[in-house]
C-alpha cells in the first residue's frame, strides 16, 4: 500500500526511536498530525507556543542522543520556532524541523500567511529544504536527518499544505543509519603537544561539553601531569563528582580557584571547549587546544599546538608521551583556595546567615527585607534533589545560582541556553525532558522574566500531568541586566517587573503551587515541593540586591556598583536620567 509524504516521514521518525513531536497543530500539518494519531511509538505533543515545542524538542535530543522534532504550520507557526532551534543550533544538538508551507500553486504569490522558508531558516539550518513533489521522498528526509545528526544541528523541512498527503511512489522505508566519525591527531601533531606539555611546570586543565564521552582519559591526564581542572558551565555535567582534580569555574560565575589555577599556569589544555569568553583567557600561556571542530581552534585565544580531534582517542595517543610530574603544588594551590571558597559560600547559603552578626549587619545594606538569599535556595534544591535528577536552568541569576550550588554528582544531567543565551529556556526543556521519563526527577531553575516569557506551556505540563518541579527565582527583576548595569555605574532602569504571584497563577491552573515569601519558609516549601507527587511550581521571594561576585573582581567593578547604588538611592521618583 502506497504511502504518503506524511506517512513515510513518521514512520521514518518511528525507526529513529522518536517518542514525541512537539508543536501547534494548524492546516498545513494536517496529514502529519493524523499520521502520528495513527502511530504506535510517537506521541503528538500539542505546545501553547512553537518557542517551547522547539526548546523541549532540543532538550529531548541533548538527552537521548537522536535527533529532537517539532513541527511549526504556515507562516506565524514557524516563525514561532526560531529561537528554539536557534538554541539547538548553537548546542550543537540534531533537530528535525517540518515547517508547513502555503499551497504549492500559490508559492511565490505573496499568499496569505506565506514566508520563504528557505530564507527564513538559511542561518539556523545546517540543511533545508522545500519538498515540492512526493517523489523527493525519502532521499530529501535521509538527507536532512543525516546532516543533522553528522553535523549536529538542525534540518528543516519545508512541506507545502497541499503535499503532505500525496502518495510517495517510491514505497522503501528510508536509510538512516548514521555513524559518528572519531578521529585522533597525526603522531607529529601529538609529539608537538607532548613537547610543549612537558616543558612546562604548572599546566591547567580547561574541560568543556566535548570531553564528557572521555572522563577516564581526561582524569588520567589530570593525575599524570598534577594538573588543576577547570570547568566550563557544560562540563558540570560528567566532571563534577568525584574528581580531586576539579577546581570548578571561570568567568563571571565562576570562583577565585579557577581564575588562579589559569592565571598560574605556564600551559593551559583546553579539552573539547570553545569557552567564548576572551577576557577571562590569561596572557602569554602556552596553549594546546583539543576539538572536533577545526574552525572553533584559535578564536578565543591564540593557540600553540592545534588538535583537532576527539577528545578521548587523542589524549589515549598522548598520554605516553607525557611526563609525569611529581610536582603537585600546583593541583594543591588551587584546590586548596576552591575548597575555602565552598566553604564561604556555603556559609553564606545557610537559610539562618541572616540572624548571625555577620549576616544582620550584611542583611541591614542589602536585604532588609529579609527575603530568601538565592545561594540558600539553589544549595537547599542540591541536597534534596534526587542523584539522576534532570536540571534546566534559565539563562541569567538561575543559572549563576545553579552554577555555584548544585553539584553534577550521581547522573545528574544538565541543560540550558548556555551558547545562545535565550531567556524562557527553562520550563520548555524541562517539559521535553519529562516526557522523555516521567519517573525520573526533573527540575526547572526559573527565573521570574523567563517563566512568564512563555507562562502558557505551564498548561503543558497540567494538561500531561508531568511532574515537574518548577523553581522560581522570583527576584521582581531581569536580575542579570540589573547586575550588567549596576557594574558599570549605571542605576537600575527597566529591570523592575510587576509579577502575579506565582503560585497562586499555579494552582488556578490545577498545579500544586507553593509560595515562600522569608528565609524561615525556605526548607518547608522546598521539602513539601519535592514531596508532592505531580507537577509543583515553587515561588520563592528572592532578594534582588544579591550580588553574584565574579571570580576576579575589578576595582571599575566595584566603583561602578558604589556609583550605581547612590544614584539609585539620590534619584527621585519618576526620574529616568
Not at 563534577?240 to 593551559?268: K, R, S, Y
Not at 521535553?432 to 523567563?450: E, M, S
Request: proline fraction near 6%.
Amino acid at each position: 500500500m502506497a504511502r504518503t509524504v506524511a506517512q513515510v516521514i513518521v514512520d521514518a521518525l518511528e525507526e529513529l526511536q522518536v517518542k514525541h513531536v512537539f508543536g501547534v497543530v494548524g492546516d498545513a500539518l494536517n496529514p502529519f498530525t493524523d499520521a502520528i494519531r495513527r502511530a504506535e511509538t510517537v506521541e503528538w505533543v500539542g505546545c501553547r507556543h512553537e518557542e517551547a515545542a522547539a526548546f523541549a524538542a532540543g532538550a529531548q535530543s541533548q538527552l537521548s542522543g537522536t535527533i529532537g522534532v517539532c513541527m511549526g504550520t504556515v507562516g506565524p507557526g514557524s516563525i514561532h520556532l526560531l529561537n528554539g532551534l536557534y538554541d539547538a543550533a548553537k548546542s550543537g544538538t540534531p533537530v528535525l524541523a517540518i515547517a508547513g508551507q502555503v499551497p504549492l500553486a500559490d508559492v511565490g504569490t505573496d499568499y496569505f500567511q506565506e514566508v520563504d522558508n528557505d530564507l527564513l531558516f538559511r542561518d539556523v539550518a545546517v540543511f533545508r529544504a522545500t519538498i515540492t513533489s512526493p517523489a523527493q521522498l525519502p532521499g530529501l528526509l535521509e538527507i536532512a536527518v543525516r546532516s543533522a545528526i553528522g553535523r549536529g544541528g538542525v534540518a528543516v523541512l519545508t512541506v507545502p499544505g497541499d503535499v503532505g498527503d500525496q502518495e510517495v511512489p517510491d514505497d522503501r522505508p528510508a536509510r538512516l543509519s548514521l555513524t559518528r566519525p572519531s578521529s585522533r591527531p597525526d603522531d607529529p601533531a601529538l609529539d608537538e603537544a607532548a613537547e610543549l606539555i612537558n616543558s612546562a611546570d604548572r599546566v591547567t586543565l580547561l574541560v568543556g561539553r566535548g570531553a564528557r564521552g572521555a572522563r577516564t582519559e581526561t582524569l588520567a591526564l589530570a593525575e599524570r601531569l598534577g594538573a588543576p581542572m577547570v570547568l566550563t558551565l557544560k562540563a558540570k555535567e560528567g566532571f563534577e563528582g568525584d574528581n580531586p582534580f576539579e577546581v570548578g569555574q571561570t568567568g563571571l560565575i565562576g570562583n577565585p580557584a579557577a581564575a588562579w589555577a589559569m592565571d598560574h599556569a605556564d600551559a593551559l589544555v583546553l579539552l573539547g571547549t570553545d569557552f567564548p569568553y576572551r577576557d577571562w583567557y590569561p596572557d602569554g600561556k602556552k596553549v594546546v587546544q583539543v576539538d572536533t571542530v577545526a574552525e572553533h581552534i584559535g578564536r578565543r585565544v591564540p593557540v600553540d599546538v592545534a588538535l583537532t580531534a576527539d577528545v578521548g582517542p587523542t589524549l589515549r595517543a598522548l598520554m605516553d608521551r607525557v611526563e609525569p610530574s611529581e610536582d603537585r603544588s600546583h593541583l594543591d594551590g588551587a584546590r586548596e583556595r576552591f575548597a575555602t571558597w565552598q566553604k564561604a559560600q556555603h556559609r553564606l547559603a545557610a537559610p539562618d546567615h541572616d540572624r548571625g552578626l555577620v549576616g544582620k549587619v550584611r542583611s541591614a545594606l542589602d536585604n532588609r527585607e529579609h527575603l530568601v538569599r538565592p545561594e540558600a535556595l539553589a544549595l537547599a534544591i542540591n541536597e534534596v534533589a534526587a542523584d539522576d535528577a534532570v536540571f534546566t536552568s534559565d539563562t541569567g541569576m538561575a543559572t549563576v545560582w545553579l552554577s555555584r550550588f548544585v553539584r553534577m554528582h550521581g547522573k545528574r544531567r544538565l541543560m540550558g541556553s548556555y551558547n545562545l543565551g535565550s531567556m524562557a529556556n527553562a520550563m520548555p526543556q524541562a517539559l521535553g525532558a519529562q516526557f522523555l521519563d516521567r519517573d525520573r526527577q526533573v527540575v526547572a531553575f526559573c527565573g521570574d522574566g523567563g517563566l512568564s516569557m512563555l507562562l502558557g506551556d505551564l498548561i503543558t505540563i497540567r494538561t500531561h500531568r508531568l511532574p515537574v518541579k518548577i523553581i522560581v527565582f522570583d527576584n521582581r527583576r531581569l536580575g542579570m541586566v540589573k547586575l550588567e548595569q549596576e557594574q558599570v555605574g549605571l542605576p537600575e532602569f527597566g529591570t523592575e517587573l510587576d509579577n502575579p504571584d506565582f503560585a497562586a497563577v499555579a494552582t488556578a491552573l490545577g498545579i500544586t503551587g507553593i509560595r515562600v515569601t522569608h528565609s524561615g519558609e525556605l526548607i518547608d516549601g522546598v521539602n513539601r515541593a519535592f514531596s508532592t507527587p505531580g507537577p509543583v511550581l515553587l515561588d520563592v521571594l528572592t532578594n534582588p540586591e544579591e550580588i553574584a561576585v565574579p571570580a576576579k573582581p575589578t576595582v571599575e567593578q566595584g566603583w561602578g556598583f558604589a556609583i550605581a547604588k547612590v544614584k539609585e538611592m539620590l534619584r527621585s521618583p519618576g526620574e529616568t536620567d
